[in-house]
């Protein structure tokens, strides 16, 4: 009797479910391949595929070169010129040079690859996990892991179906210090969590305007590039070769920073409040303010998310500002016997209702060793940031982006009835108020957007009754790039 090894018995399981699946997303080529997955005799190191590697992708090259149990085999992105330092870094650590693929669904067509780790803009996210989980691969896919909610919900069923392992992009979910925090949250000994506050205090420079339409870089394969998005130029500057990283602070492609830096500590909140499912009202409001630019999503805003027995309160500020409890990046849990505050990746510090420390957390963690150890043991409850926990924390940032798209502009002048007879919600906006005031910007000449209240059922996770939030729930998926 022959026993399978790792690969073979990773690629048969999903192969049958793929097949039961129907595999409706994949493209042609993509399904064909799936379907003929089939036994490898190679050795037992995991072969990934980098997809993505101008930025954040860089680090996940280095995070899996250099170990003995995986290879990186390939490194894809749809712009060649960036991918010079992915190369040096994969060889420097595994003296191995991998082989480079511009088109993504090349990647999901070679069946020696095991894992695709994805850190392409977030429009990009869902399709590209759904698609590899589809051609029989496990994922690391960054945050957030959807563009909208629809098809957050999707990767989950898709891993859920096919048995395969997706890992969120949340390395704080992996800090021993964190971890350590949440647990003693939960314990309750600070009393129950009656608001959980996430902070994501980073400054951000105007991004300029362009003078209409750009030329996209000669080096990107920009149809690739745009993928599920609409096909049209960038309107950014495309300088030195680079329509890169600007591209968060556009509806098309990104989600503001809620939904960039944002979503760590939008995880963090509703991980400290122990929710495990998406709340029951939404609103936000919010700005652009401090310049005038191309960009469109806001760099100053509030959510406020009704958990009926608590809430949800998270503050986006791209201004010049000081910390709140001496957190910028970063969550303060406020409780009815004391507050947690988290200033960093790696530490906590618990202090009693009078501001004395009562204890403190700290250490760092491994979030691709993490996923790694649960491709071989095949237990999704082996990940610390499961799809589900990154579907439930992207969808919390789209629920908030929707609010405030659908808002309408209000003065500062005017007394703001927006949050009803939430305190804790005026005074965050008197706060934010106050940060503007600071930044020299005129609110007695200036509007901000009050977002609409949007009543939301968790089971469902569909709006109630309001047909036009409803329709953000997912958005236009171009020909070739659905998910249906
Ligand atoms: N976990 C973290 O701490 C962390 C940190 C930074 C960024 N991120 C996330 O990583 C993602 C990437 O961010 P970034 O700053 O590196 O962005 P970036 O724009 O600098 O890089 C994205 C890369 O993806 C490539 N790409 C686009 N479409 C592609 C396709 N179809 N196939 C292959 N490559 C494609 C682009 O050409 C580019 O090189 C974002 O979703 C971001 O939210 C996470």
Redesign the pocket.
């Known amino acids: 009797m022959k026993f399978m090894n790792r690969r073979e018995f990773i690629h048969d399981s999903a192969a049958l479910s793929a097949l039961l699946a129907g595999l409706n997303q994949m493209p042609v080529q993509g399904k064909e391949k799936a379907k003929a997955v089939k036994k490898s005799d190679v050795n037992d190191q995991l072969r990934i595929a980098v997809?993505?590697?101008?930025?954040?992708?860089k680090e996940h090259v280095s995070g899996f070169a250099g170990r003995p149990d995986c290879v990186v085999a390939t490194i894809?992105?749809?712009?060649e010129a960036?991918i010079g330092e992915a190369m040096r870094i994969a060889e420097k650590k595994q003296h191995k040079t991998p082989k480079f693929e511009q088109d993504?669904r090349k990647v999901m067509e070679d069946k020696t690859i095991d894992i695709v780790s994805i850190?392409?803009?977030?429009h990009?996210?869902a399709l590209a996990a759904i698609w590899a989980m589809q051609a029989g691969k496990d994922v690391y896919v960054?945050?957030?892991v959807s563009h909208n909610i629809s098809e957050g919900r999707r990767i989950v069923e898709t891993a859920r179906m096919l048995n395969r392992i997706c890992q969120t992009?949340?390395?704080i979910r992996s800090s021993t210090g964190v971890r350590e925090a949440m647990d003693f949250l939960h314990s309750g000994e600070l009393g129950k969590v009656q608001v959980s506050r996430g902070l994501c205090y980073k400054t951000r420079n105007s991004i300029g305007k362009v003078d209409g339409p750009q030329e996209p870089p000669k080096t990107?394969n920009y149809d690739?590039?745009c993928?599920p998005a609409p096909f049209k130029p960038p309107h950014r500057k495309t300088e030195h070769g680079t329509v890169?990283?600007d591209?968060h602070w556009f509806w098309d492609y990104g989600n503001g920073d809620l939904g960039?830096q944002g979503i760590?500590q939008m995880d963090v909140a509703r991980w400290g409040l122990g929710k495990n499912e998406l709340a029951k009202s939404v609103i936000s409001v919010g700005g652009r303010f401090g310049y005038v630019d191309d960009g469109q999503t806001a760099n100053t805003q509030i959510c406020v998310f009704d958990y009926g027995d608590s809430e949800l309160i998270f503050e986006v500020r791209g201004l010049k500002t000081d910390p709140y409890k001496n957190a910028r990046v970063g969550n303060v849990f406020h409780c009815a016997e004391g507050y947690l505050v988290l200033g960093s990746y790696e530490g906590a510090i618990a202090f009693d209702p009078n501001g004395q420390v009562i204890k403190k957390f700290g250490g760092g963690g491994d979030h691709f060793s993490n996923f790694l150890q649960a491709v071989r043991s095949r237990k999704m409850e082996d990940l610390h940031a499961d799809i589900l926990e990154g579907h439930l924390s992207s969808a919390l940032c789209h629920l908030g982006n929707i609010s405030y798209r659908l808002g309408k502009p209000q003065p500062f002048s005017q007394k703001s009835h927006a949050f009803g007879d939430d305190k804790e919600a005026y005074e965050t906006l008197a706060r934010m108020e106050q940060h503007l005031k600071t930044n020299s910007v005129p609110l007695d000449q200036t509007s901000y957007q009050v977002g609409r209240k949007l009543a939301f059922d968790p089971k469902s996770e569909r709006l109630v009754h309001d047909k036009e939030a409803d329709a953000m729930l997912t958005r236009e998926y171009r020909k070739g790039f659905e998910i249906s």
């Open positions: 997809v993505g590697v101008n930025g954040r992708g894809c992105d749809a712009d960036v993504i850190a392409t803009p977030n990009w996210h960054e945050k957030p992009g949340t390395q990107m690739l590039w993928g890169h990283y591209w960039n760590h």
